[in-house]
């Protein structure tokens, strides 16, 4: 994943390039630019576990709580495919359980602010993370009660100014080759001219109605069964919480936040990768409200979920809910576990 988090603003406004444009003017130097890159991304997944572990400890728990953090659409989502993995809505992911580690504690203004700049230099650096902030204001509103007007404006003028700066300064496709292509010479000079081959190189291209086309190309014309595959994974992905009758409680939280990720599906195919990230949402909604206990029966079926399923970032899913298929997942995301360490 490492060309998408290299692309940048130095030759102009493109949508995904505040990160990038940090990175590559701090380091002239292929081995430093990625080795700096490899620590900061494993420094952000130890942050977001760091941050979840806090909003755990600091909620009462029950069993469904582990299951959704390790469950195949969100936390082992990064175990089963590892191409859904280092992507950057990892710094949405951040903002948000930076947030929710406040559940029980004194609002600190510090650590709203922390989270709103994660979020920002997320949104800046690639648009998905802008779809965090449904949840990040239900958080605040209904979960903080916060009172204080600063505390949404921290989150809601930079993502005004994304849009203002995104429809100003917006590319047609003949701009965005030529970005890409001095990019991809940038990216030459530092012996790295093989991130350019495909990939996110390849798909900023695309502008919004381009990438709309093409999306619906696929899903209406190429496709058509996958997405229905992929609508029995959000299903199956939803799945523990109807075990909590408190889930009913909070529907519609849950139905507001799962709607507003719509316009993803709509713009680009990677379906699986925001399934993953309505169900990291999902999990934070849950793991900061009041829960029932489970009944013991439960308990067993709830224990053989992690391994029901695969959800895979994009684009040829499948569903076999059969015990040679949990076998099979088993040891796929045992050999996963072992090829990383």
Same mark, same amino acid.
């Given at each position: ?21 940090? +990175?590559?003017? %701090?380091?002239?130097n292929?081995?430093? *630019? &990625?080795?700096? #890159?490899?620590?900061?991304? =494993?420094?952000? !997944? $130890? ?82 993370? +802008?779809?965090? %902030? ?5 958080? *605040? &509103?209904?979960? #903080?009660?916060?009172?204080? =007007?600063?505390? !949404? $404006?921290?989150?809601?003028?930079p993502?005004l ?13 003949q701009?965005?080759?030529?970005k ?96 993953y ?5 999902f ?16 308990k ?25 298929n ?16």
């Amino acid at each position: 994943m490492t060309g998408d988090w290299l692309i940048n603003y130095n030759f102009g406004f493109i949508s995904r390039g505040l990160f990038g444009t940090i +990175l590559i003017n %701090l380091f002239d130097n292929q081995e430093q *630019l &990625l080795d700096a #890159l490899s620590f900061v991304l =494993i420094s952000i !997944y $130890l942050f977001i576990f760091l941050f979840l572990n806090k909003t755990f400890n600091n909620n009462n728990q029950n069993i469904i709580s582990y299951i959704l953090i390790f469950s195949p659409a969100s936390f082992l989502f990064n175990i089963y495919d590892s191409q859904g993995s280092f992507r950057k809505e990892i710094l949405g992911i951040l903002a948000l359980f930076v947030l929710t580690s406040l559940t029980k504690e004194r609002i600190r203004t510090g650590v709203i602010f922390l989270s709103a700049l994660i979020y920002t230099i997320g949104i800046f650096s690639h648009s998905v993370n +802008l779809f965090f %902030l449904t949840t990040i204001l239900y958080i *605040l &509103l209904k979960v #903080l009660y916060s009172k204080k =007007i600063i505390h !949404y $404006l921290f989150f809601l003028i930079p993502t005004l100014l994304n849009f203002i700066i995104f429809f100003l300064f917006s590319n047609n496709e003949q701009e965005l080759y030529i970005k890409r292509d001095l990019m991809c010479i940038q990216l030459e000079n530092l012996d790295l001219s093989n991130l350019c081959g495909y990939g996110a190189f390849d798909f900023i291209t695309l502008d919004l109605n381009a990438a709309y086309y093409i999306s619906q190309n696929y899903i209406i014309n190429e496709n058509r069964e996958a997405s229905y595959v992929y609508i029995i994974l959000f299903l199956l992905s939803i799945l523990p919480l109807l075990f909590d009758k408190n889930t009913f409680k909070n529907i519609y939280a849950f139905l507001f936040i799962g709607f507003s990720f719509t316009p993803l599906f709509l713009i680009a195919i990677d379906w699986g990768r925001w399934i993953y990230i309505i169900s990291v949402c999902f999990l934070a909604i849950y793991l900061i409200n009041k829960k029932n206990k489970i009944n013991r029966k439960y308990k067993y079926i709830l224990l053989i979920y992690p391994f029901l399923f695969r959800v895979e970032h994009c684009c040829s899913p499948s569903v076999e809910l059969n015990f040679v298929n949990i076998i099979k997942n088993i040891d796929y995301l045992r050999n996963n576990l072992f090829s990383i360490f």
